[in-house]
């Protein structure tokens, strides 16, 4: 082999890396027959891997659409989607489908069929031997904690609608695809038992770094879900930002009503205690005051003093007091923060 031919495996390792796990939307549209504007409109973007994105926006205004392209369950009129780096034309849908989960707002479960039956359904398709299976399925439950000796011999019907939507999840893992699409996974779900399940999300995601595109219309899932949100209008794009430059930064009426950017307490729960707390004096003694985690949010400190009347709480870091919080010291923090 002559030296030129050789290409460094680094580069090419590199090449690929950079765009596995990664999904971009290159102009993008989608013109249903019969409307008068595309229904997903010349829409461009990257969501990096591992990256949790919520595409936010009111009814209608192009979110499923946008998310059923990247599965092939709609082909858009023109543009085109990557995943993988790859453009997903170029992949027979059932492939493409095998590295995406997908979970949707009625969990879609088949009712004649156990949990566990349910969860297995894409490893049986792709005929791993049973005792793998079984194996999965039960790693699966415990994932999203629905005890296997409990859950896996039930039907659907014999499940709250939480616990659907934990099977859902479990299912749309079971083949360990790198891509999640979740569409309002949560919309019918109570508001407390929703809370619940979006922190299981967030821990799911740290463990297993799945690419997630996660469709919402609630700004407070979104706010607390997304490392970043697509906010969408229409069929287009009108920001795509962290949820700190959304809040502060709104590109423009339409995000700022939208997020609500004039709510000081939606603000406060994308801010850390630490960022805010005071210094222990040197002569510090704890005495009984109520305590905040030095990563809480301010959101939720706040939400301590006005429930507890406590003038002042203590900051601990892993049980170890580290500063103090006033009222004043979040009002002062978050005025700062917001110029
Ligand atoms: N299969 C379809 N055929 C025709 N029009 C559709 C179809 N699916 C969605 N639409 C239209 O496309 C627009 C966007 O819909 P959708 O993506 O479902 O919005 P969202 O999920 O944001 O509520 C809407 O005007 C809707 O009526
Ligand atoms: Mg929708």
Same mark, same amino acid.
């Given at each position: 082999?002559?030296?030129?031919?050789?290409?460094?495996?680094?580069?090419?390792?590199?090449?690929?890396?950079?765009?596995?796990g990664s999904i971009q939307f290159?102009?993008?549209?989608?013109?249903?027959?019969?409307?008068?504007?595309?229904?997903?409109?010349?829409?461009?973007c990257e969501v990096a891997s591992g990256e949790l994105v919520?595409i936010?926006?009111?009814?209608?205004?192009?979110?499923?659409?946008?998310?059923?392209?990247v599965?092939?369950?709609?082909?858009?009129?023109?543009?085109?989607?990557y995943i993988?780096?790859?453009? /997903?034309?170029?992949?027979?849908? =059932?492939? !493409?489908?095998?590295? &995406?989960?997908?979970?949707? @707002? %009625?969990?879609?479960?088949?009712?004649?069929?156990?949990?566990?039956?349910?969860?297995?359904?894409?490893?049986?398709?792709?005929?791993?031997?049973?005792?793998?299976?079984?194996?999965?399925?039960?790693?699966?439950?415990?994932?999203?904690?629905?005890?296997?000796?409990?859950?896996?011999?039930?039907?659907?019907?014999?499940?709250?609608?939480?616990?659907?939507?934990?099977?859902?999840?479990?299912?749309?893992?079971?083949?360990?695809?790198?891509y999640?699409?979740?569409?309002?996974?949560?919309?019918? /779900?109570?508001?407390?038992?929703? =809370?619940? !399940?979006?922190?299981? &999300?967030?821990?799911?995601? @740290? %463990?297993?770094?799945?690419t997630i595109l996660?469709?919402?219309?609630?700004?407070?899932?979104?706010?607390?879900?997304?490392d970043r949100?697509l906010?969408?209008?229409?069929?287009?794009?009108?920001?795509f930002?962290?949820?700190?430059?959304?809040?502060?930064?709104?590109?423009?009426?339409?995000?700022?009503?939208?997020?609500?950017?004039?709510?000081?307490?939606?603000?406060?729960?994308?801010?850390?205690?630490?960022?805010?707390?005071?210094?222990?004096?040197?002569?510090?003694?704890?005495?009984?005051?109520?305590?905040?985690?030095?990563?809480?949010? !301010?959101?939720?400190?706040?939400?301590?003093?006005?429930?507890?009347?406590?003038?002042?709480?203590?900051?601990?870091?892993?049980?170890?007091?580290?500063?103090?919080?006033?009222?004043?010291?979040?009002?002062?923090?978050?005025?700062?923060?917001?110029?």
């Open positions: 082999m002559h030296t030129s031919d050789y290409i460094p495996c680094s580069e090419f390792l590199n090449l690929s890396c950079n765009a596995m290159d102009q993008v549209t989608l013109e249903f027959s019969g409307m008068s504007r595309p229904a997903v409109n010349q829409v461009s919520v936010l926006g009111p009814s209608g205004c192009g979110k499923t659409t946008l998310l059923k392209m599965n092939r369950l709609y082909e858009p009129t023109s543009g085109r989607i993988d780096g790859q453009d /997903i034309k170029r992949l027979k849908p =059932t492939k !493409l489908r095998q590295k &995406i989960g997908y979970v949707i @707002q %009625q969990s879609g479960l088949f009712p004649h069929m156990t949990v566990a039956d349910n969860v297995a359904v894409v490893p049986k398709l792709l005929k791993w031997p049973n005792p793998r299976i079984q194996a999965r399925v039960d790693e699966l439950l415990q994932l999203v904690k629905l005890p296997p000796t409990e859950y896996r011999d039930r039907y659907p019907a014999q499940l709250s609608g939480g616990q659907q939507q934990r099977v859902g999840i479990a299912r749309a893992l079971a083949g360990d695809p790198a999640l699409l979740m569409d309002e996974p949560f919309g019918a /779900i109570d508001a407390i038992t929703r =809370t619940a !399940l979006q922190t299981e &999300i967030l821990r799911l995601q @740290q %463990q297993l770094q799945k996660f469709v919402s219309h609630d700004v407070d899932e979104a706010l607390r879900l997304g949100i906010v969408m209008n229409a069929g287009q794009i009108v920001q930002d962290t949820p700190f430059n959304l809040l502060t930064q709104p590109a423009d009426p339409f995000v700022h009503e939208l997020l609500g950017a004039d709510d000081m307490v939606r603000q406060l729960g994308l801010l850390t205690v630490n960022s805010a707390m005071m210094a222990l004096p040197d002569n510090y003694q704890n005495g009984s005051k109520p305590t905040v985690n030095a990563v809480d949010n !301010l959101r939720d400190a706040l939400s301590l003093i006005l429930k507890t009347g406590a003038p002042e709480l203590s900051v601990v870091d892993q049980d170890k007091p580290v500063g103090l919080l006033t009222l004043e010291h979040i009002r002062s923090y978050a005025a700062e923060a917001n110029r």
